[in-house]
C-alpha cells in the first residue's frame, strides 16, 4: 500500500499548478505569442542603448548629406522698374506707354516658385531702378509689391519661365515694370523685346 503515502492532489492544487504553468507560458511567449517589449528590454537592455546612440547618428549623417548636396545652378536674371510721373497714354491696356518715368528705387519684386512650398526669391530696384535676382531654372510667379492691379495681365501673365540655360525660356517682359500713380503695374518690354 504504497499508493496510501502518496496524497491525491487537491483541486485548489492542480489549480494553482495549472495557473503557474499558464503565468509561465505567458512570460515566455507573451500574450500573442510573442515575447512583450518588456521581456525583450529585461532580457536585453543593450539593442535599445545602441538605438538610442545609433538613431541620432544616422540623422547626424543624412543631415550631413543633405547639406552636401550640391545646389542646383542659378541663373541671373534682371529687369527695370519705374515710376510713371505722368498719366499712362494708349487707347488700350495693351498699347499703354509712359510719357515720363523715373527709376522706382527702392521697389520690391518677388519671384514665388510655382510648385508646393516654393520658395521667394525678392530683389530691390537699385538707383536707377535696375533689379537682380538670382534664379534657379523653373517656373515663376511674378510679383511687384504694393501693385493693386496688373491691367496687362492677359497679354503677359504674371509668370517668368528660367530655362536651364538661363534666359527666361516664357515671358521676358515680366522683367520689365512701370507702376503708375493708382498704384497699377504695367509690364512694359522695352523695345525689340
Avoid at 542603448?49 to 534682371?78: E, H, K, M, N, W
Avoid at 501673365?157 to 538661363?166: A, K, R
Wanted: hydrophobic fraction near 35%.
Amino acid at each position: 500500500m504504497a499508493a496510501s503515502n502518496q496524497h491525491a492532489p487537491s483541486p485548489r492544487d492542480t489549480a494553482r499548478e495549472r495557473h503557474q504553468g499558464c503565468l509561465r507560458h505567458t512570460r515566455m511567449r507573451g500574450i500573442s505569442g510573442w515575447p512583450s517589449a518588456s521581456q525583450v528590454f529585461a532580457r536585453t537592455g543593450k539593442p535599445i542603448r545602441y538605438a538610442l546612440i545609433l538613431i541620432p547618428l544616422v540623422a547626424a549623417f543624412g543631415l550631413a548629406f543633405i547639406i552636401t548636396q550640391p545646389s542646383p545652378p542659378t541663373f541671373r536674371q534682371d529687369g527695370r522698374i519705374s515710376v510713371c510721373v505722368a498719366p499712362m497714354q494708349g487707347g488700350s491696356p495693351s498699347e499703354a506707354f509712359c510719357p515720363s518715368e523715373r527709376p522706382a528705387i527702392g521697389q520690391e519684386i518677388n519671384f514665388q516658385e510655382a510648385k508646393l512650398f516654393g520658395r521667394t526669391f525678392s530683389a530691390y530696384a537699385d538707383h536707377n531702378g535696375v533689379f537682380v535676382v538670382e534664379l534657379p531654372a523653373g517656373r515663376y510667379t511674378v510679383s511687384v509689391e504694393g501693385c493693386k492691379d496688373y491691367p496687362v495681365r492677359k497679354s503677359y501673365p504674371l509668370e517668368l519661365t528660367v530655362s536651364s540655360t538661363g534666359w527666361p525660356g516664357w515671358n521676358p517682359p515680366a522683367l520689365y515694370w512701370v507702376v503708375d500713380d493708382a498704384r497699377r503695374c504695367w509690364s512694359v518690354p522695352p523695345a525689340g523685346l
